[in-house]
């Protein structure tokens, strides 16, 4: 005789059997009605699915129209250029996330120079790149001019990029086949409606601004560092960005090149251009008027660092004043000579005094040399000899 075979009750037919009070076997073999029950609970289960599912998307739907519609609403009238919100950036490296950003909170406002200082790995080009459109953002919001720009397709993004961001990177990113001139034109032959003379004439104002219209017809191979970095703010403005983004502008710069393309950087911003930049270079946070520091992805305070040893900007700084000073002495040592001329002897002491204080104490060099260097600069035919000064 063959063995019954024995067959295990399920947690299904459990359910079954407490629900409808059969058996689900019989005679031990399973029942066509528990079958059938399975068959149609399979069924209804799938639609029950489906059901939440769509329930649940339009839920989303829901939330998302009414975002869109918060965000409309901010887009109409915004109180600043640029809102971040809660920015959180997660980079995937194989199986391993790398939180770049970890909640950053910024507003920038129209005519800003801000500066994010902060070290190596903290998360300041990624920051950049997803204020600037060039990546979106794993968690939180950016508003420019009120438009939510974390929530762009690609290709509305790229429109965004092309018509309100202009990049300048520590290399200068140049098209090393093109002329000076000719890179500030890429920009403008993508956008508007200028003819090629147009095009000519506002790149060439471009090159004039930041000082190179001499130079527009290099290439940048025949460019110093510091001309090259001209060149690409040149382009950076060629579409008139609502933003200018900076990714370590002076970070391939000798510190007094730098020091000149942030005096160009603090020019254009006193016209009006709105900059953020992010830097280990201490100088740019002395030309900013917005410093923020990051740390490990977020940004930590506000303020430019005090205390911190004397940077090279604060040393030309008074390097230009000191020759300023020079100069008005030597136009009051002028006045007081012109005043006497005629006389054949003129006591040193009776000059330096016609000269008011606080320009002699802040010479940078000997009061006699400078009244030598006027002689000899003039022709003035006169000698210095111990106290006196002597005409012939
Ligand atoms: N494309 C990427 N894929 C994976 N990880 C990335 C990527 N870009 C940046 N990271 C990581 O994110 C963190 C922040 O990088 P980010 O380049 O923003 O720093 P940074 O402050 O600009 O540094 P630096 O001063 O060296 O330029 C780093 O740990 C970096 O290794
Ligand atoms: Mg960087």
Not at 99 to 115: C, E, M, P
Not at 266 to 285: C, E, P, Q, W, Y
Not at 288 to 296: G, I, L, P, Y
Not at 302 to 331: F, P, V, W
Request: one cysteine or more; glycine letters at 8%; aromatic letters at 6%.
């Amino acid at each position: 005789m063959a063995k019954p075979i024995i067959i295990e009750k399920t947690s299904l037919m459990e359910q079954y059997e407490e629900e409808t009070g059969r058996v689900s076997i019989w005679k031990g073999e399973i029942s066509t009605h528990f079958k059938k029950w399975r068959k149609k609970k399979q069924k209804d289960d799938i639609k029950k699915q489906k059901l939440e599912m769509l329930s649940q998307s339009r839920k989303e739907r829901k939330e998302i129209k009414s975002e869109i519609k918060q965000d409309k609403e901010a887009e109409k009238d915004y109180d600043h250029l640029i809102v971040v919100e809660n920015l959180h950036k997660t980079y995937l490296l194989g199986t391993t996330a790398v939180a770049a950003l970890r909640g950053v909170d910024l507003t920038i406002d129209k005519g800003d120079f801000v500066d994010i200082m902060g070290p190596s790995g903290s998360g300041k080009t990624t920051l950049l790149n997803l204020i600037g459109g060039l990546d979106t953002p794993t968690r939180g919001k950016i508003f420019l001019e009120g438009r939510n720009i974390s929530m762009l397709s690609d290709n509305d993004l790229a429109d965004m990029r092309r018509e309100k961001i202009g990049f300048v990177f520590q290399f200068y990113n140049l098209l090393p086949q093109m002329t000076g001139l000719e890179n500030v034109m890429v920009p403008l032959h993508f956008s508007g409606n200028l003819s090629r003379r147009g095009k000519r004439k506002k790149a060439m104002d471009l090159l004039r601004t930041v000082g190179l219209e001499e130079r527009g017809h290099h290439t940048p191979s025949e460019l110093s560092g510091g001309e090259q970095q001209r060149v690409a703010i040149a382009r950076a403005f060629a579409n008139d960005p609502a933003i200018c983004v900076l990714d370590e502008p002076t970070g391939d710069l000798d510190s007094k090149t730098g020091i000149m393309i942030l005096n160009l950087i603090r020019d254009l911003n006193r016209k009006g251009a709105t900059f953020i930049a992010v830097s280990h270079d201490a100088a740019v946070s002395e030309f900013a008027s917005k410093v923020f520091h990051m740390r490990d992805g977020k940004l930590t305070h506000e303020g430019k660092i005090s205390g911190l040893k004397e940077t090279e900007i604060m040393e030309l700084k008074r390097k230009q004043e000191s020759e300023l000073n020079k100069e008005k002495c030597k136009s009051k040592i002028f006045n007081y000579l012109f005043a006497n001329q005629g006389k054949t002897e003129i006591k040193v002491n009776d000059i330096k005094n016609s000269v008011p204080k606080g320009i002699i104490t802040n010479l940078p060099e000997h009061f006699n040399d400078i009244l030598k260097e006027l002689i000899e600069e003039n022709n003035l035919n006169g000698k210095i000899e111990g106290d006196k000064l002597f005409f012939k």
